[in-house]
């Protein structure tokens, strides 16, 4: 059992000073201009909850957060199997195992906007081999104009970039699993998918909710890789809740509709992060209990 | 692949080959632009540069607009991951030894800042910054860049320290080493992988993240993927070049990635990232 210290407080206090210099003044500058109008001249007078009646019952914020919703759904249903796919495939000894690794990391590496840039540069029709290529096959495509085009690049763009991060954690769980449970299985007479369902699938859970956590949170947060590669478009069709909220506070100077916008965001993530850490701490605790 | 006393390749290796083959494809058409000139690359449609230059590449490492961008970038990530580990280790060492009074919530807290969406914060660090003079200053991107780092490394090391049994700190107290000597020459070379992985990350999040370091930066300390979104937008389309910027901001990762390339797997599977 970890012993009852107060005093260990003082071991996190740096943190705690850091942190509330970069998230916490920030934060309530944000809650202070959620409440407040102001003509300019750095003359505010409160307007309570006005800002966020107005962004709740926007048709643009309904919008931008449906488009957030599906893209969402749609890389997480497409990266988790195809991850889990990969690393059961991937070998487990020998020279390929680096091989795999350095190279399935390297999109992980490489700056946001350069992801954008790498397939602006690889989807567009005059330049690009993607487009060029689809073009030259008959099929029309044309990310910057067509809005089922400008998605599938988006998401493809997507799968390219996080996959690995799935792959790799589903990997590590996987060369965890000791041989012995594999021969246990053998005798057993157990088949591929049993041997997946009853020892591979149980002993990657802790990482694939971790992996499930990382890919929601971060594919709803999504900036700048779509501000990179359609900029939103074509129309509004790719504008997510971050590029929105960025063109009202920066763009537009809206500051009371974008602050407002900005909490609201900030708790769906923040409710959603809950229940998938409580999850996850819930199974740590059963897993010391089961050890013990 | 040739493993001795393995005469075959298990069929199933075409998976990775596959996604690997997926992975590189647009990265080689990154690679192949930027050996072209713009007249190649606008005009014709070619699978490898037929007038292969290395001007684009010249343009970046002699314009110091552009190739002071390299060095601020490695400068605020280096500073950021200082930082960020300075901080996180006695932190994480109090979450993985101790219970203290608020320390679930107090957890959960931090981690709430690594999930919090940058666009949130990019008003409110700016006005922040302003008003403590540090805007475009290397130390304003690194500090930024802490509301995600910390908490990241924090949860990272907690993982690795956890998986360190008690006894030892209990042995080294009765053997009387004080808590800093303790920390520093016993505890921290025992998690020596932890805290590189940890570093690992650090340095991925903040070097490829944009919108907080262009928003806090003017000049003197814009970051090179800043510099590149201005001159799309600016100078009309210079493909070559911005290519060949793409392909030297891939580099110190790769790099980075070598160096870890058997912590990877490790450290997914103990620090529970």
Known sequence: ?292 | MNAPGRHTVPWRYIVPVLYIAFLLLPLYWLLNTSFKTNQEILSSFTLWPADFTLDNYRHILTDPSWYSGYINSTLYVVMNTAIALAVALPAAYAFSRYRFLGDKHLFFWLLSNRMAPPAVFVLPFFQLYSAFGLIDTHIAVALAHCLFNVPLAVWILEGFMSGIPREIDETAYIDGYSFGRFFALIFMPLIRSGIGIAAFFCFMFSWVELLIARTLTVTEAKPIAAIMTRTVSASGLDWGVLTAAGVLTIIPGALVIYFVRHHIARGFALGRV
């Open chain 1, 1 to 292: 059992m970890k012993s009852w210290n107060n005093r260990a407080w003082l071991l996190v206090l740096p943190v705690l000073v850091l942190v509330a210099f970069s998230a916490v003044i920030p934060l309530m500058t944000v809650v202070n201009y959620s409440v407040q109008d102001s003509f300019g001249n750095n003359e505010f007078f409160w307007v309570g909850t006005e800002w966020f009646q107005e962004v709740l019952a926007s048709e643009r914020f309904h919008n931008a957060l449906l488009r957030n919703l599906l893209f969402s759904g749609i890389v997480l249903a497409i990266e988790i199997p195809l991850g889990i796919a990969i690393a059961l495939c991937m070998p487990t000894r020998g020279i390929g195992v680096s091989f795999c690794l350095v190279l399935m990391a390297l999109p992980l590496l490489i700056p946001w906007n350069v992801v954008g840039t790498i397939w602006q540069i690889f989807g567009r029709v005059d330049i690009g081999l993607l487009g060029h290529w689809l073009n030259a096959a008959g099929v029309e495509f044309n990310y910057t104009s067509d809005v089922t085009d400008a998605w599938i690049t988006i998401v493809l763009m997507d799968v390219w970039h996080w996959t690995s991060l799935v792959v790799l954690l589903c990997y590590s769980a996987l060369v965890a699993i000791p041989e012995a449970y594999y021969q246990a299985a053998r005798i057993d007479g157990a088949g591929r998918w049993s041997i997946f369902r009853a020892i591979q699938l149980p002993r990657m859970k802790r990482v694939l909710i971790i992996a499930v956590l990382l890919r929601f949170m971060d594919s709803f947060m999504i900036y700048t890789e779509p501000f990179v590669l359609t900029g939103g478009g074509p129309g509004n069709a790719t504008t997510f809740l971050s590029i929105d909220l960025v063109q009202m506070a920066v763009g537009q100077f809206d500051i009371g509709p974008a602050a407002a916008m900005s909490l609201i965001y900030f708790l769906i993530i923040l409710a959603l992060s809950w229940v998938f850490y409580t999850v996850m701490t819930r199974d740590d605790e059963q897993a010391q209990e089961g050890q013990r």
